[in-house]
C-alpha cells in the first residue's frame, strides 16, 4: 500500500507520547510500500518539534534525517534540502521550502515582514525582500 502520511502519525513516531499511537505510527510507516510525506507534512512535522516539543535542531535533524533514510520514504528532496539549508543558516525549515517552492512555481523574490527569514534566505542567494510597515511601504 502507498500511504500520504499526516503529520500527527510523524509526530507521534517521532516523540512516542502516546505509547499505542506510537506503536501503530511506526508500524504503518515501516510496512507501507511507500510513504508519501508532503511539503506542509514536514513542515508542521518541523514546528510542532520545535515549538510544541522543544526539540532542539540538532535532534530535529536527525529525527528527520532518521525519516528519510527510510527505503520506502518517498519526499520532495529539492524542497527538503532547501529547508535544511534555511534551518542550518539560522531560519526556519518551512522558510527555505516556501522560498523553494515559490522559485519551482516561477516566482522571483521571496517577500516577508519576517527579517530573519529574509536575511538568511539572501545569505543563501535567493533574492528576498523585507516589508516594513504600510506607513514605510508606502513612504509616510
Aim: glycine share 8%; hydrophobic share 50%; charged share 25%.
Amino acid at each position: 500500500m502507498k500511504i500520504i502520511v499526516d503529520t500527527n502519525l510523524l509526530v507521534r513516531a517521532a516523540v512516542q507520547d502516546d505509547p499505542e499511537q506510537a506503536l501503530a505510527a511506526k508500524r504503518t510507516l515501516k510496512e507501507a510500500d511507500q510513504a508519501i510525506i508532503g511539503r506542509h507534512a514536514l513542515c508542521e512535522f518541523i514546528w510542532v518539534l520545535r515549538h510544541t516539543y522543544r526539540f532542539p535542531s540538532k535532534e530535529i535533524v536527525t529525527a528527520l534525517h532518521s525519516l528519510l533514510n527510510a527505503k520506502n520514504v518517498v519526499v520532495d528532496d529539492a524542497a527538503v534540502a532547501a529547508g535544511l539549508d534555511a534551518m542550518g543558516a539560522g531560519a526556519d525549515f518551512a522558510d527555505g521550502v516556501i522560498a523553494y517552492e515559490g522559485r519551482w512555481l516561477g516566482g522571483e523574490t521571496f517577500v516577508s515582514f519576517d527579517k530573519k527569514a529574509v536575511d538568511v534566505l539572501t545569505k543563501l542567494g535567493i533574492k528576498s525582500r523585507l516589508l516594513g510597515s504600510l506607513q514605510t511601504e508606502l513612504g509616510i
